[in-house]
Every structure is written in structure tokens, then in C-alpha cells.
């Protein structure tokens, strides 16, 4: 039979205990669907929190827990309201444990006047208390009540025939204390449920915030994306994927009440945009959320997406530059012998100069070699690395207004000198000396 049926009341009806046990299995039901109905995910801890001086003589103390477990029994543990509820550590020898709370899968009351338990485990322990009438405080009645049967269990605790909710997994360090793996999560209801996951979600958030801060210097005097390179506007639309998932996490930090499988997917759907852009390989295959056994479900996601996202900056062209030193003199950034070997360079000028006379000129008074060698061509008047002006450009070369284009030579003597230090420096002579120029590096196809 369905604990769903409903319970008549009509006039007549002698009413028994069996009345009311039918209508408490009937509004338990109702509630567990309606929580099952409304979220796949409905159970896990909403708060949690225990004794840290214990803690440090090796006793997990409870100090406060909220939560759901699986079949939809709803549990408020206060320790100054409640009976001490605490687990002696050091009695499981291990190196590692696990704390989960437990009840009875029945539903069976302790201590009920009249009854007797018959040596089973009960979810229920009865106490009696006086209430008031709500209306009229000075009557009173002895009414009895129950409250959970909770208790504390370890990984080789027996767990038959109980609703299990695992809390926190505690590592015992070398000095012999007792530390939270934080790499494992109970199941959770909120973000905030547990510290060390909202610790998490800012951990990815600030992530974000850093790869978005290097993206606005990058973006500095690039104004109209309707000029951008294809390798631009490829990190235009990975930057705007980042951008979206970043707002939401920021709302997460805010309103923490979300539920974590929320998180997950916004993590998933980054994952993804990333996978697309730098390790095919992973499309379709983002990890699974599993909220009973949380154990790697964020840490490798989060991990994944790290991963990636140092692709992103460990790309050969990452941070290659040219840095002004004086009039007419440059120097490159740090390069490495990867980009040097396997990269083309090109030089974008702007000469300040009216018509294209220079473009010719230009070759012959700019000087390119490794920055030891610069002062001796130029002493000597003897070449560089050949520079060469180019008119089609690469499609991943971004076209500036008033500039043009020139391409070092790297299967030159000169450039293996410039490969070895990593480095190499410009000056450009004559009418020249004012010019302002961009170095810009295009992997091969």
C-alpha cells in the first residue's frame, strides 16, 4: 500500500494511534517526493560544523548539523540544545578517516511508554515535555515527543539497515593530529555547506580573475575587434566563454545558498569551451558530477580546467614583445629557443613618414641581431638579420591603420646567434629614429 493514500477524517471514525501513524507515513512521503520531484540532487548536509579543540586531542565533537539524508529524513543538530554526539578518532587506527552520520532505516520509536524495542536499532528516542497551549500559556500538557537516534559512524563501522551521510574525511598527520581532507566533499545542498568547497569556488574564481586581467593588457589599444586577426578573435570568443561562467561564479559568491551540482555545471560548460579550443581530445568527455562520492567530482574538473587554461599561456607566443630602450633602439622580450626555431616574426612599422618612399629605405637602416652583436653592426655598417617588406600578410597578423609589414629572415647565419640567447634588438638609423614599431610572432602552418 501507498503511504501516498490520504487519511479520512469523517464524523464517527474512532480515532487510534494507527490514524495518526498513517497520516505522519502520509505527510512524510508527500515531502520526500516533493524533494525528490523537485531536484535530482535533494539530500546532503546544509551546515556543518564541530570542535577544533577536540579535534586537536583527536575526538570529532559535533557542534552543529543540518542536512538531508537520502530518503528524506530532515536532521537540525544543535550541541546546546542536544546530548553530546562525538567519535574518538584514534580508536580506528587509521591513517585515514571517514566520518559519516547515521540513522535506522525504520522508523521505530525508543522509549515510548507501553512499547518495547525488542533489541532493535530505532530511528526515534522518546522524551516527554510540557507544552504550552499556544493560546492560552497557562495550560499545559505532557506531550511526547522524539528525536533523531543519530550517531557517529567510521569507515569500518557496520552500516546495515541505516541512512548513511558521510561528513568529512580527516587525514592524521605526523605530529598526530587531525587534519580535513580537503579534497573530499560531503554531499552538499550549499555551496557554503562545507568551508573548504566555498574555498574552492573562490580558488576558481580569482583563477579566472587573473586570466581575464591579462586579456585587459592585452586588449589595451585594441579597440575595434572588427580589426582583430583570426588568432584574436579566436581569444576574443575564448574570452567571452570565460567571461560568462566568471559572472556567474561572482553571483555564487554572493548568494553561496546555491546548490554545488549548479557550480558543477558551469565548471562542465567551461570545460568544454576550453577542451574546443586547446585539447580536442577532451570534448564529450568532461567528468561526471556524482553527488554521493564527491571525492574527485570538483578537484579534477577544476584541475582539467587549469590544465588548459595553462595551455592557453604556455603558447609559444605568449608575452613576445618589443620594448622601446631609446630613440630608434628596441629590445625584444625573452623568447624561447621553441618560438625562436619554429615561429615567423614580422616587424609592424609606423615610420610618421607621408607616402610609401620609406618602405623601400627601410630594410637598409634598420639593424636586427642578438643584442651583444648590435654595437659591432653598427660600428661596421655590416647587415643584420635581412628584414623584408611583405605585402600579404599572414591571416592571423591583425592589420593596423598606418603600418606595414616586414619579416625577419630566421633561416639566416645571424638569427641561430639570436636562438641561442633567446633575445635580439633593433635599431633603426636615419630618419627612422622616432619610428614606432610592433613585433608579432605566427606559429608556422
Same mark, same amino acid.
Given at each position: 500500500?501507498?503511504?501516498?493514500?490520504?487519511?479520512?477524517?469523517?464524523?464517527?471514525?474512532?480515532? =487510534?494511534?494507527?490514524?495518526?501513524?498513517?497520516?505522519?507515513?502520509?505527510?512524510?512521503?508527500?515531502?520526500?517526493?516533493?524533494?525528490?520531484?523537485?531536484?535530482?540532487?535533494?539530500?546532503?548536509?546544509?551546515?556543518?560544523?564541530?570542535?577544533?579543540?577536540?579535534?586537536?586531542?583527536?575526538?570529532?565533537?559535533?557542534?552543529?548539523?543540518?542536512?538531508?539524508?537520502?530518503?528524506?529524513?530532515?536532521?537540525?543538530?544543535?550541541?546546546?540544545?542536544?546530548?553530546?554526539?562525538?567519535?574518538?578518532?584514534?580508536?580506528?587506527?587509521?591513517?585515514e578517516v571517514t566520518v559519516s552520520v547515521a540513522l535506522a532505516s525504520?522508523?521505530?520509536?525508543?522509549?515510548?511508554?507501553?512499547?518495547?524495542?525488542?533489541?532493535?536499532? &530505532?530511528?526515534?528516542?522518546?522524551?516527554?515535555?510540557?507544552?504550552?497551549?499556544?493560546?492560552?500559556?497557562?495550560?499545559?500538557? !505532557?506531550?511526547?515527543?522524539?528525536?533523531?537516534?543519530?550517531?557517529?559512524?567510521?569507515?569500518?563501522?557496520?552500516?546495515?539497515?541505516?541512512?548513511?551521510?558521510?561528513?568529512?574525511?580527516?587525514?592524521?598527520?605526523?605530529?598526530?593530529?587531525?587534519?580535513?581532507? /580537503?579534497?573530499?566533499?560531503?554531499?552538499?545542498?550549499?555551496?557554503?555547506?562545507?568551508?573548504?568547497?566555498?574555498?574552492?569556488?573562490?580558488?576558481? /574564481?580569482?583563477?579566472?580573475?587573473?586570466?581575464?586581467?591579462?586579456?585587459?593588457?592585452?586588449?589595451?589599444?585594441?579597440?575595434?575587434?572588427?580589426?582583430?586577426?583570426?588568432?584574436?578573435?579566436?581569444?576574443?570568443?575564448?574570452?567571452?566563454?570565460?567571461?560568462?561562467?566568471?559572472?556567474?561564479?561572482?553571483?555564487?559568491?554572493?548568494?553561496?545558498?546555491?546548490?554545488?551540482?549548479?557550480?558543477?555545471?558551469?565548471?562542465?560548460?567551461?570545460?568544454? &569551451?576550453?577542451?574546443?579550443f586547446f585539447n580536442p581530445e577532451n570534448l564529450g568527455n568532461a567528468?561526471?558530477?556524482?553527488?554521493?562520492?564527491?571525492?574527485? /567530482?570538483?578537484?579534477?574538473?577544476?584541475?582539467?580546467?587549469?590544465?588548459?587554461?595553462?595551455?592557453?599561456? !604556455?603558447?609559444?607566443?605568449?608575452?613576445?614583445?618589443?620594448?622601446?630602450?631609446s630613440a630608434g633602439r628596441f629590445e625584444s622580450t625573452k623568447i624561447?629557443?621553441?618560438?625562436?626555431?619554429?615561429?615567423?616574426?614580422?616587424?609592424?612599422?609606423?615610420?610618421?613618414?607621408?607616402?610609401?618612399?620609406?618602405?623601400?629605405?627601410?630594410?637598409?637602416?634598420?639593424?636586427?641581431?642578438?643584442?651583444?652583436?648590435?654595437?659591432?653592426?653598427?660600428?661596421? =655598417?655590416?647587415? =643584420?638579420?635581412?628584414?623584408?617588406?611583405?605585402?600579404?600578410?599572414?591571416?592571423?597578423?591583425?592589420?593596423?591603420?598606418?603600418? !606595414?609589414?616586414?619579416?625577419?629572415?630566421?633561416? &639566416?647565419?645571424?638569427?641561430?646567434?639570436?636562438?641561442?640567447?633567446?633575445?635580439?634588438?633593433?635599431?633603426?638609423?636615419?630618419?627612422?629614429?622616432?619610428? &614606432?614599431?610592433?613585433?608579432?610572432?605566427?606559429?608556422?602552418?
Amino acid at each position: 500500500m501507498s503511504d501516498l493514500n490520504k487519511v479520512v477524517w469523517a464524523e464517527g471514525v474512532f480515532v =487510534g494511534q494507527q490514524h495518526f501513524q498513517a497520516w505522519d507515513r502520509q505527510v512524510r512521503a508527500s515531502s520526500f517526493f516533493d524533494k525528490k520531484s523537485y531536484h535530482p540532487f535533494y539530500w546532503g548536509v546544509v551546515s556543518l560544523s564541530w570542535s577544533e579543540v577536540s579535534l586537536r586531542d583527536g575526538r570529532f565533537e559535533l557542534q552543529k548539523l543540518q542536512a538531508v539524508f537520502p530518503d528524506g529524513q530532515v536532521i537540525d543538530y544543535q550541541r546546546d540544545q542536544e546530548e553530546p554526539l562525538f567519535l574518538d578518532l584514534n580508536q580506528n587506527g587509521q591513517q585515514e578517516v571517514t566520518v559519516s552520520v547515521a540513522l535506522a532505516s525504520n522508523h521505530f520509536v525508543e522509549g515510548a511508554a507501553g512499547y518495547t524495542s525488542n533489541g532493535r536499532l &530505532s530511528r526515534w528516542m522518546a522524551f516527554y515535555k510540557d507544552l504550552p497551549d499556544e493560546c492560552d500559556s497557562a495550560r499545559t500538557r !505532557e506531550v511526547m515527543l522524539a528525536k533523531p537516534n543519530l550517531r557517529l559512524l567510521t569507515d569500518l563501522d557496520a552500516k546495515d539497515q541505516m541512512q548513511v551521510l558521510p561528513l568529512v574525511r580527516f587525514q592524521k598527520q605526523y605530529d598526530g593530529e587531525y587534519r580535513v581532507s /580537503t579534497d573530499v566533499f560531503p554531499p552538499c545542498l550549499h555551496i557554503n555547506s562545507v568551508p573548504w568547497l566555498y574555498e574552492l569556488l573562490q580558488n576558481t /574564481t580569482d583563477m579566472l580573475t587573473n586570466f581575464q586581467r591579462d586579456y585587459r593588457k592585452q586588449r589595451q589599444g585594441m579597440t575595434d575587434p572588427s580589426g582583430f586577426s583570426s588568432a584574436e578573435l579566436s581569444d576574443l570568443m575564448l574570452h567571452r566563454d570565460i567571461a560568462e561562467v566568471k559572472c556567474v561564479l561572482d553571483q555564487y559568491l554572493s548568494v553561496p545558498q546555491h546548490h554545488p551540482f549548479e557550480f558543477f555545471q558551469k565548471l562542465t560548460g567551461l570545460h568544454q &569551451s576550453l577542451a574546443l579550443f586547446f585539447n580536442p581530445e577532451n570534448l564529450g568527455n568532461a567528468p561526471a558530477y556524482h553527488h554521493g562520492t564527491t571525492e574527485n /567530482t570538483f578537484q579534477t574538473i577544476v584541475s582539467e580546467i587549469r590544465t588548459m587554461l595553462s595551455l592557453k599561456q !604556455e603558447r609559444p607566443e605568449a608575452g613576445i614583445g618589443l620594448n622601446q630602450l631609446s630613440a630608434g633602439r628596441f629590445e625584444s622580450t625573452k623568447i624561447s629557443s621553441q618560438a625562436l626555431e619554429t615561429m615567423s616574426f614580422f616587424i609592424a612599422v609606423d615610420a610618421h613618414q607621408d607616402g610609401v618612399d620609406w618602405i623601400a629605405r627601410f630594410p637598409g637602416l634598420c639593424k636586427v641581431s642578438a643584442p651583444e652583436q648590435l654595437e659591432t653592426l653598427i660600428a661596421s =655598417g655590416l647587415p =643584420g638579420v635581412p628584414v623584408q617588406h611583405v605585402q600579404r600578410v599572414p591571416s592571423k597578423v591583425r592589420i593596423r591603420s598606418g603600418y !606595414e609589414y616586414f619579416q625577419l629572415n630566421t633561416m &639566416s647565419e645571424m638569427w641561430r646567434e639570436i636562438v641561442r640567447v633567446g633575445q635580439f634588438s633593433v635599431f633603426c638609423m636615419g630618419d627612422f629614429a622616432d619610428v &614606432s614599431l610592433e613585433l608579432i610572432a605566427v606559429e608556422e602552418s
